[in-house]
């Protein structure tokens, strides 16, 4: 079915610029789209079983009857499982040819969750409770979220209905918003200010703080927020499905919430990746030396799995693909992501925690965040990190990812 856009709010559109006009259509989510994802979710959670199950019998066992004596631990984590968690995408990506940036992401992000989970296990941070027995640990090892712990005994919390109807409603709220979100911005590239860095340009100093640069970052800052939330809210009601178990929220508004930069990224930005770096790098580094190296340590590991991630989703054996910009679709860039944003841009955060850390044992800096209203510290918090924000989002943007990731959802496009 086809439909025209109401008189009235073409007017108001033609007023701000945008054109409007013509008939559109609403295009339904692929059925191959989600047969993918499911194929390559399970393929990557059987592996996970069985890498889980050589952790706990060669690492977690072994350092459980031998405290003192590692080798064996030693060398199946960081001489086979480590190794194995990262060059396993690869074989899988080679062998399927899979080219759909979210597929490529399903199979190389579980198996990155996988490589940390066992540096937990070999430095005795995994959950007491998820080490009890080898089902257990499969279950925690190789479920992408971050269980509810009960804070008196230790033990996992069990959901409710009143949970189940919560994760429900994000879910169903957080597609409408994305449906949405796509259907405007697929037309422009999800860039729709023109600045410099759109169209494929090198920023000078001064464009960094242009207002047209800042809300394409924002925007993609709010897309990705959306699609772990998406995410997060779906994987929680699978656990539920599984086991009855409560998982933690993978997002907490840090876009719009945020307070400081630790509150960002520790307490509100996907809770996985900061529960499995905690576990993995902070808490083995902050056992032998300050809480300011292994703050910059847990960046720096972020930084290296996010380069990996931009390799195996957007580089390797990756055929040709045009992308729209800003200028759509007057411009067509066939974009080549590059290694090392995404480092800088992790590395650039980590300074910001340490600066924070410095800062937060001076009165003034309490007085004066206590003076100020929330609302303008979450403005200066994100304004810290937005101006590189196109360092982290670049590959996706113009990689095609959320040209991909837009086929899950209804839309409306234009189609005369």
């Known amino acids: ?21 013509g008939k559109y259509g609403i295009l339904l989510p692929s059925i191959r789209f989600y047969r993918e994802g499911m194929a390559a979710l399970l393929i990557t959670l059987l592996l996970g079983v069985v890498i889980s199950t050589i952790i706990y019998y060669c690492v977690l066992s072994v350092k459980k009857r031998q405290p003192y004596s590692t080798n064996t631990a030693y060398i199946v984590s960081f001489g086979v499982i480590i190794p194995a968690c990262f060059l396993l995408p690869y074989a899988l990506v080679a062998m399927s040819n ?65 949970d189940i109807q919560r994760l429900f409603f994000v879910m169903v709220r957080t597609a409408i918003i994305m449906s949405i979100c796509f259907s405007f911005l697929l037309f422009y590239g999800f860039e729709p200010f023109r600045s410099r860095n759109a169209v494929g340009d090198t920023l000078m100093l001064k ?28 994987l929680a009601c699978l ?3 599984l086991t009855g178990d409560k998982a933690s929220d993978l997002m907490r508004n840090p876009v719009l919430e945020a307070t400081s930069p630790s509150d960002f990224w520790g307490r509100r930005w ?63 860039l ?21 600066i924070e ?31 590189v924000g196109h360092w982290l989002s670049n590959p996706y943007i113009r990689g ?12 409306v496009v234009k189609i005369a």
């Open 270 to 332: 996907n809770k996985v990746a900061h529960g499995f770096l905690k576990r993995g790098v902070f808490k083995p580094l902050r056992k032998y030396t300050s809480s300011f190296v292994a703050s910059l340590g847990a960046f720096f590991a972020s930084g290296l799995f996010h380069e990996y991630i931009v390799h195996l989703v957007f580089i390797y054996k990756r055929e040709p693909r045009p992308i729209y910009t800003s200028s759509c679709p007057t411009e067509i």
């Open 207 to 234: 464009d960094y703080l242009a207002l047209v640069h800042l809300g394409n970052c924002f925007i993609a800052a709010i897309m990705f927020q959306l699609g772990l939330t998406f995410t997060g809210a779906y």
């Open 357 to 387: 850390k410095l800062m937060r044992k001076h009165q003034i800096m309490k007085s004066i965040g206590s003076a100020l209203p929330q609302s303008f510290i979450t403005v200066l918090i994100i304004m810290t990190a937005l101006p």
């Open 400 to 411: 095609g990812h959320f040209y991909d990731v837009q086929q899950g959802f209804p839309m």
């Open 239 to 241: 656990r539920y499905a």
């Open 98 to 162: 899979i080219q759909s940036t979210v597929t490529r992401q399903l199979i190389c992000l579980p198996f990155v969750m996988y490589a940390f989970r066992c540096l937990e296990a070999f430095f005795g941070f995994s959950p007491p409770t998820a080490t009890s027995s080898p089902l257990k640990f499969a279950l925690y090892y190789t479920m992408p979220v971050e269980s509810a712990y009960n804070k008196k005994d230790g033990s996992v919390e069990k959901a409710t209905a009143q």
């Open 1 to 21: 079915a086809t439909f025209d856009v109401p008189a009235i709010f073409g007017a108001i559109a033609q007023k701000t610029g945008i054109e409007v006009k």
């Open 334 to 354: 066939e974009y080549k992501a590059q290694i090392g944003y995404n480092m800088a841009f992790f590395a650039w955060n980590g300074v910001l925690i340490v």
